[in-house]
C-alpha cells in the first residue's frame, strides 16, 4: 500500500512523513527538508563583532570605575539589576542557540 503513497509521504493513508521530510501546511504535503548551513563568514564576523564590544565594553568600564577596586564596590551595589541583565543574556543566547539548530 505504500507504493500508493505520494514521494515523502508514508504510513496509513499516506498520513505521515517520511525521516528527512515534513509536512509543508501550504502545500498540504510532505516536502523534503534542505540542510541548515551556517556560513563561516558570518560566524567570524559575528565573532569579531562581539569581541570588539567587549574590548570596548572592558575600556569604557574601566575609564569610568578608575580601576577594579571600585568597580567590585559598584558590582555589590547593583548585584540585583546585574543578574536582571544576565538572566536576559542567558535567555537570549539559549534563544539563538535554538534557533540555529
Known amino acids: ?7 515523502g509521504s508514508v504510513g496509513p493513508l499516506c498520513s505521515l512523513c517520511q525521516t528527512g521530510w515534513y509536512l509543508d501546511t501550504n502545500e498540504e ?9 551556517v556560513n563561516l563568514t558570518q560566524i567570524v564576523t559575528v565573532s569579531v563583532v ?3 564590544l567587549l574590548v570596548v565594553a572592558a575600556i569604557v568600564l574601566n575609564n569610568r570605575f578608575n580601576g577594579v577596586a571600585r568597580f567590585r ?7 540585583d539589576a ?3 541583565v544576565f538572566e ?5 543566547v539559549v534563544t539563538m542557540q535554538t534557533l540555529v539548530m
Open 1 to 7: 500500500a505504500q507504493e500508493q503513497c505520494v514521494e
Open 29 to 37: 504535503q510532505c516536502a523534503i527538508c534542505s540542510g541548515f548551513s
Open 50 to 52: 562581539l569581541l570588539i
Open 73 to 79: 564596590a559598584w558590582k555589590v551595589e547593583n548585584e
Open 82 to 84: 546585574l543578574m536582571t
Open 88 to 92: 536576559c543574556l542567558t535567555i537570549a
